[in-house]
């Protein structure tokens, strides 16, 4: 991933690639995480029946939403800088590591990506078994939630400070590993094993955002309980983000430019 985590700078100062590419990428990069870690959660974690399963689990989902930024991150983070997560862009442009008139642009591509990938999953769903895009509309489609959509039964409270933490938790992470004394090459690696590690932690309590885009993808299809919880999982990411931005740009960011050098 680029050092900053924004748009690659031509000497002249220009920005390189066009901003149209850097948009697909975004779109195709959250493409690849909702539909490689949602589609995960619909069609493979209780393969063939929650009662006679051979299916990859809640830790087979974790790994699958953390390997699917690995291999984004790979393919088009040289592009657009890697985001695929709304609450990135912001934390990153509050951080001052990215352009303001870009902010906008990013987030509809990413919530676009996101949508066409949860459409493209309700086709393959619906081609099941009968029945099966009744089920899977019927058990929220892999959406987030709290209270009685919760998979554990977490409140709203306990929802939403989970989210809050650990989507400033990413998104320290991820300031850290584009800061440009960072080593290369690791960045998609350390951000999708953290994101492993928090859906390890959070898949019980809503079943993990820290991503608004993925969380509007998913309640697309999840019905009218789903879409009436879904600005928890669009606030409270983004609170967290906004938190960790600030905090790094007030805290680290000037530690180190008044450190000595050794």
Known sequence: MPDTAAAPMDPDGSRSPARISRLAAEAFGTFILVFGGAGAALLASQFPTKANT???????????????VVGAGYAVGHISGGHFN????????????????????????????GAIAS????????????????RAHASGFASNGFGSH??????????ALIEVILTAVFAYVILGVTDKNAVDGFGPLAIGLTLT?????????????????????????????????VWVFILAPLAGAALAGYTHRTLFTRTMLHTPDH
Do not use: E, M, W
Request: avoid cysteine.
């Open 54 to 68: 051979l299916g990859i689990g809640y830790v087979g989902v974790a790994l699958a939403f953390g390997l699917t």
């Open 86 to 113: 709304p609450a990135v862009t912001v934390g990153l442009f509050i951080a001052g590591k990215f352009p303001k008139i870009d902010v906008g642009p990013y987030i509809a591509a990413q919530i676009f990506g």
């Open 119 to 134: 459409s493209a999953l309700a086709v393959i769903v619906g081609g099941g078994p009968a029945g099966s895009f009744h």
């Open 150 to 159: 919760s998979p554990g039964g977490y409140n709203l409270l306990s929802v």
């Open 197 to 229: 590690l928090i859906h390890l932690v959070a898949i019980p309590v809503d079943g993990t955002s820290v991503n608004p885009a993925r969380s509007i993808a998913t309640a697309i299809y999840g019905g009218p309980a789903a879409l009436g919880q």
